[in-house]
T-cell receptor, first 112, second 112 residues
């Protein structure tokens, strides 16, 4: 089955700096990769996703890149703000799978 | 549009008492449904998933059970709660095929 590894587990950046979170996956058949943001005490919310036929996707300050050959994908947040502080989860799934496989999460702290 | 309802939001139960958490989805048919548990500061642990009425797959052996009596209803139950059952329980749904998964607001369960 799929295995997703996520690094780093914690990340602190100064407000205005960029943050990068990286994930690797094991199943070469995986073709959909979402990212979730979970604020303290709240539910995980989808912030961006990418499919395997695309190498990069951007939405304002957030971007995701996918390298299918190396089987890794990354979340990039530019011009970080204190409200970006949260736990971020990556995930992967293949067409034949029944459930997403999640990474272990990254606690991002944006220091004012 | 699709919505997911999960209740109650918080629950305090004594050890050995029964449990019933309910989740319903609106605006979609034949969704894949999931129950996750999240310990404080930890990742998402998949407990059960269902691809159709009466079809339940268990990911982790434990004293919990799940049922899907209707297409858009998913119930998590226990006959006797343990202290280790404390946590944040999240219901989620996803359409068939690789695509986004959406979470309910969660139930924070405390066992005394």
């Amino acid at each position: 089955g799929e295995n997703v590894e996520q690094h780093p587990s914690t990340l602190s950046v100064q407000e205005g700096d960029s943050a990068v979170i990286k994930c690797t996956y094991s199943d070469s058949a995986s073709n959909y990769f979402p990212w979730y943001k979970q604020e303290l005490g709240k539910r995980p919310q989808l912030i961006i996703d990418i499919r395997s036929n695309v190498g990069e996707k951007k939405d304002q300050r957030i971007a995701v890149t996918l390298n299918k050959t190396a089987k890794h994908f990354s979340l990039h947040i530019t011009e970080t703000q204190p409200e970006d502080s949260a736990v971020y989860f990556c995930a992967a799934i293949s067409g034949s799978a029944r459930q997403l496989t999640f990474g272990s999460g990254t606690q991002l702290t944006v220091l004012p | 549009s699709q919505t997911i309802h999960q209740w109650p939001a918080t629950l305090v139960q004594p050890v050995g008492s029964p449990l019933s958490l309910e989740c319903t989805v609106e605006g979609t048919s034949n969704p894949n449904l999931y129950w996750y548990r999240q310990a404080a500061g930890r990742g998402l642990q998949l407990l059960f998933y269902s691809v159709g009425i009466g079809q339940i797959s268990s990911e982790v052996p434990q004293n919990l059970s799940a049922s899907r009596p209707q297409d858009r209803q998913f119930i998590l139950s226990s006959k006797k709660l343990l202290l280790s059952d404390s946590g944040f329980y999240l219901c989620a749904w996803r359409g068939t095929g690789p695509g986004p998964q959406h979470f309910g607001d969660g139930t924070r369960l405390s066992i005394l």
